[in-house]
Structures are given as C-alpha cells and as structure tokens.
C-alpha cells in the first residue's frame, strides 16, 4: 500500500523532483489542478497511459480529497 | 480515488517505495491558499481578497493594550492567536468595556469563532455574509492558521471591478 503523505512532505517531494498525478476526471483538472500536474483519470490508469511517468522518481497522486 | 490510483500504479510495476498518495488532496492544497492553475484560476477565492493584516493579539493581553489597538483601527474586534497564529478566540470592542482593567484577552474573548477556508469563493461569500447582515469572515487554513478577514464591501467593489 502506498505512503499517505500530507501537505508538508508533499512540499518535500516536489521539491527534489517528484511527478504529480491528478487522477480525477479530465473536466475537473481542466477546471483547477496542482501546478505542474499530470491527468490521468483513475479510470484511464494502465500501462500505456503512465508511459509519461519516471519510474524512478517519486510520483504523488491525488484527487479531490482522498476518498 | 487516489488511494486505488496509487495501488494501481504498484501493480503497473512502480516501485512502492516511490508512489506515494497526497491523502487530503486538492482540497487541501486550495484550503492552503497554494498556487493553482486551469479555466477557473480568474475566480476570486476568499483567501486572495482578505486584509492580512488585521488587529491580532496573544492571550495574555492586557484589555487596555488591546482598547489602544482597536481605537487606532478600522476593526470592531480583535483576533486572539497563539504564536503560530492559530486563531483561538475572538475580543468585540463592547466586551472591553465592561472588562475589569486587569483582565486579559483570554478572559474576555469569544472562543472559536466562526472561520471560513481560503478557497470559499469570494462572490459566494459576499452572498452569504449579506444574507446574515455580516460584514466580514476570518479566513483560515484548514490548520486553523489566519490567512485574514474577509471584508464583505471591499470583496464586492472589487469583484464589481472585475465584472468591468
């Protein structure tokens, strides 16, 4: 299971470089989103669309507000 | 949502030792105050139209220092913070008056007034405020940390100017 961080190490991470996923639905980023973030919805979550990512850097995903 | 998103990633041949879930999410980034981007950016949050830097004390005040404050001030109240600038009561004026000279901010304020987060929308609270014939709300982060108040007139000349 992943590390649930908070607002502070999340601070950390992105600092040293880490990739920031949102994982809501593609009108909601459009709407508002974390600044350098990626989309890529929950739904659409496979091989082929975390292509983008670094596998050897930190990723951070987060939506709406966990749930 | 996030929780499963960063499970999947593990079972995509992530190293779980990279993937990492921001539990409080998007909300709390906003309620923060934090840098955002996307079509809504121009929407004014509550947070952006706030005075920062309203009559505050700690809790040991004396109530003549904090009479002295409030008589050179736009303000009718005083916020009582602790050094973090947690806000944790609230002085009116009128409790001032009838205050033993002795007293202190803590025996005279009103504990845990109302606040409201940062990323509230400012036109919305303009609404919210007029229908309780409020005129201001103490913004604070979702720690409780004073951002600032919200004057219910300033926001809505300013959101007039916008509309403009």
């Given at each position: 299971m992943a590390t649930g961080i908070g607002l502070a190490e999340l601070k950390r991470l992105l600092d040293e470089g880490a990739q920031l996923v949102e994982v809501l639905p593609a009108a909601e980023y459009a709407e508002e989103h974390l600044p350098r973030a990626i989309n890529i919805p929950l739904k659409e979550l496979d091989a082929t669309s975390v292509e983008p990512l670094d596998r050897s850097r930190a990723v951070v995903v987060y939506c709406s507000d966990g749930l | 949502m996030s929780p499963r998103a960063a499970c999947r990633l593990e079972t995509l041949g992530?190293?779980?030792?990279?993937?990492?879930?921001?539990?409080?999410?998007?909300?709390?980034?906003?309620?923060?105050?934090?840098?955002?981007?996307?079509?809504?950016?121009?929407?004014?949050?509550?947070?952006?139209?706030?005075?920062?830097?309203?009559?505050?004390?700690?809790?040991?005040?004396?109530?003549?220092?904090?009479?002295?404050?409030?008589?050179?001030?736009?303000?009718?109240?005083?916020?009582?913070?602790?050094?973090?600038?947690?806000?944790?009561?609230?002085?009116?004026?009128?409790?001032?008056?009838?205050?033993?000279?002795?007293?202190?901010?803590?025996?005279?304020?009103?504990?845990?007034?109302?606040?409201?987060?940062?990323?509230?929308?400012?036109?919305?609270?303009?609404?919210?405020?007029?229908?309780?014939?409020?005129?201001?709300?103490?913004?604070?982060?979702?720690?409780?940390?004073l951002v600032g108040v919200f004057h219910r007139d300033d926001a809505a000349a300013r959101l007039g100017r916008a509309a403009t």
């Open positions: - | 992530f190293d779980p030792g990279l993937v990492f879930d921001y539990t409080l999410g998007k909300a709390d980034w906003l309620a923060n105050g934090l840098p955002r981007e996307g079509e809504t950016v121009a929407i004014l949050y509550a947070g952006e139209v706030v005075d920062a830097d309203p009559p505050t004390c700690p809790l040991d005040t004396p109530v003549a220092a904090i009479r002295q404050t409030l008589d050179s001030s736009r303000y009718g109240f005083c916020l009582v913070l602790t050094a973090d600038r947690i806000v944790l009561g609230r002085v009116r004026r009128s409790a001032l008056d009838a205050a033993h000279a002795s007293a202190t901010a803590e025996q005279v304020m009103e504990p845990g007034p109302s606040t409201v987060r940062f990323n509230t929308r400012a036109e919305d609270l303009v609404q919210r405020l007029a229908k309780r014939d409020l005129k201001t709300a103490v913004v604070t982060t979702p720690s409780g940390c």
